[in-house]
């Protein structure tokens, strides 16, 4: 059964829709983080040739893993400040709707206070 537009449920699946699709988002950009960590990585070992295979290997492993961990930090910290500057934008937006709420209702009571002091004028 589809449910109404507005109603709570169909907010509550919407939220979750919204929140598997973060999370799949979430996911693609650690996938390519991690493919970007080895790719830094092949490319600094393969500069060592004077390393053999394994411990070439070795260092690919470790430089990927550090390159992905830094990233991974840089990654949370611009989260965070996109949660703060979401969180600072929403209370601006709260703000202007209910200034613009008082400010219609001031012109809706000045509209009906004019309109019956214009009538006497013209009649």
């Not at 929140?19 to 950009?29: D, K, M, P, Q, S």
């Not at 991690?34 to 004077?50: N, V």
Request: hydrophobic residues 40%; contains cysteine.
């Amino acid at each position: 059964m589809m449910q109404p537009f507005g109603s709570p449920s169909h907010k509550a699946s919407q939220e979750e829709a919204e929140e598997g699709i973060a999370r799949f988002e979430e996911y693609l950009v650690v996938q390519r983080m991690k493919e970007e960590a080895d790719r830094a990585a092949s490319s600094f070992a393969g500069q060592l040739s004077w390393l053999g295979p394994a411990e070439r290997a070795e260092v690919a492993r470790r430089y990927a893993s550090d390159h992905f961990s830094q990233q991974q930090r840089m990654l949370c910290g611009k989260f965070a400040r996109m949660r703060q500057i979401r969180a600072e934008y929403s209370q601006h937006y709260h703000t202007l709707r209910q200034r613009l709420a008082v400010l219609t209702g001031c012109f809706i009571v000045m509209a009906l206070c004019l309109i019956p002091l214009a009538l006497r004028i013209v009649a």
